[in-house]
């Protein structure tokens, strides 16, 4: 049985007294919610020894780092030291995205080094494959998507991208209606050039018993994509985007009537002011399902930081009730993210998680900015920095620039008001 | 006369009409607001040369990057290289909040060389001087701070943070309800210290008609301080800062009818979903006028990545109506910033003040973004940079990473969405 069976059954399962631990909630409250779909935990039959994560209502606003190799970077060693580096910093999943080099042995080396769930998007292998044998994405067969899910499977990925929701119908609402930047999903591309050029139906909805039927034998979470997400603050909230976002709120339901645990992905690029209701829509037409955004980036001109950009989308979608954050990277839009900017990602994406939790009411989150801001006027600099959301680059500051008394710092020198404030009521 | 008291007359200022220029809006539109003190132009009657810069209603939301030396960090020059970095990231204006070295010194050094319009905070000169002279705050008298005041205005100084609200009332508020981080505000901590010694009133509002007669004499503006800002998150929007405002409120307004423009300061560290009620309160309690926030930061655990913190809380507070965002640097609350910390955080501010222009629908904003959007989907790599909010930076990325084909980047390489898509239908 899957996580969702069992939790119907009335079975507390070990993941979810972990998760319930972990996030100080009741076990049979959380339960409940796995087995009403508010709540998923990405965990493949096959991957033992992970620490399981809870995403949805309830709990911590959860965040993803990408990682993986492109065609033009593809040094496993270095995906290694992201995978790393993103744990360190404290990301609560790991997708990884490869398209270049050893696909399958990076995507092995990443499930036996992560110490948390791992993603992936299946349909990318089966385009790699398709272009290094055929020579072109349009030879990608239907029976090689899925061989690629049933290979990611077995190999324990604990949720997939499915971007079930690129149907032919679709397609012609995009292009009746037109847009700015077409498709910028890569998923979504594969798809529609692949379901354009045969004027065939999109393999992962028309058989998508075939995948329930791979999802549900090993527990995979399925993550909806949103292939056709707009790719600027134009395209948004378009009628393309939410006639995806109605199939895939269909077939969440298909999902969980099959007792497999579905997420819905989400934009991509949104002004600021149609971000809650991306989310108050997302809510409402998938019945309550984990939402996973990826930014959302609430301007297209932020190239080199496009990691605030996100944060500003992330915290607003996470107040508004999104459940798990997609990072984005400093080098969004213009390269493969390095080692660092994977660590800058993250640190990103888990402030806009944090300050939408604290936003949201979680009592945890407000006791933890409590703590600091006692330490704060104490004085106390040891605190301050391990309660930092970053103690690495806290106390790297601090330590490159020594203020003549201990206990303030070179912003104000003498003149620190908390100094001042604080003498002042001790004498 | 005033701009404020011009633009009541009816004369459209050249002030006036060079920024409805800049600002594309039409000139009698521009001056009727500033009429109505729901737009400012701070701009100091000594200082001429510098471009004027319209802040308030209807207008593109600015940025200012504070400078200055602490008692620990007193280089003139690291602070004049500040000063350059600002501008050339596009800050709006600049203050200098210097308490270490030759303060007028430096003052006037910044006043020659900046191009944009500078404002100084006169309180932390008076501190300083009393300390220095006569070894403590307390012993900082009205004369003293007046003196400061009138030496910045005649220096040119174009606007100018008066906390004026920190009252004995306002303080025994503070008192009676208790708090967690007392007074973060340095001005406010001065005050305070000065007037719970003394029991007297804080001078600048028991002689706040001094005050604005020297604002009336050389066109100051006024940026009300507030001293009592919240510190931290659990510290917002409680009945110090709301007293503090109420009294902020009616000294604007006395401030408007003598002729003199005035904005409100806000804070600081505040919950993100406190932060669109804080500016409702602002706006309605002070009839409109500018708002001026700090951050608001959304979390207080962000040391080392404040300027993220304060980047959500712009965008935030900028879309609900905030018309000024003082930028946060990455060294906030742990040491004087460095150069690069001033780069860094004017970059963050003007992604929050950008994303919220466009979600106020402004439309020179909103067809940035499209331009963008357009390069993106044309894979014109070059346009792409130039319309980065930071092209240095866009362009040492790319450069940083080549991919194999120059049309792409090495993010996903051949296997771009947008190539594929655009050499599927250009085929």
Redesign the interface.
Known sequence: MTQLEQARAGTITEAVQLVAQAECVEPDVLSARVAEGTVVIPLNKRNTGIRPVGIGKGLTIKVNANIGT????ADPEEELKKLRVAIDAKADTIMDLS??GDITRLRRAVMENSTVPVGTVPI?QA??EA?RSNGG?IHMTPDLVFSAVEDHARDGVDFMTIHAGVTLAALEQLRSQGR???????G???L??WM??HKAENPLYEQYERLLSIAREYDITLSLGDGLRP?????ATDRAQIHELLTLGELAQRASDAGVQVMIEGPGHV???QVEAQVVLQKRLCNGAPFYVLGPL????????D???C??GG??AG?AGADFLCYVT????????SVDDVREGV??AR??A???D????LERA?N???E???A??GLDWDK??S????PV??K???S??Q??SNDV??????????K??KD?FDS
């Open positions: 492109s065609g033009d970077q398209t270049g990318y385009a790699v272009v994405i700015t930047t077409d498709i910028v999903s890569r979504g591309a594969f529609a050039t354009l050029y790719g600027c603050l134009a395209d002004p600021l002011d609430v301007t297209d001109i932020a190239a080199g930081h990691h605030i950009a944060a500003i915290a607003v107040m400093p080098s969004e839009h213009l390269k493969l993210p640190i990103a402030i806009a944090h300050a939408a604290i936003a949201r009411g407000i933890t900015d409590k600091m801001s006692k704060r006027k301050q920095i309660l930092s959301i970053d680059k806290a790297a500051y601090r490159s620039s203020p003549s710092c070179t912003m104000c020198g003498g003149f620190c008001a908390i001042i404030i002042y």
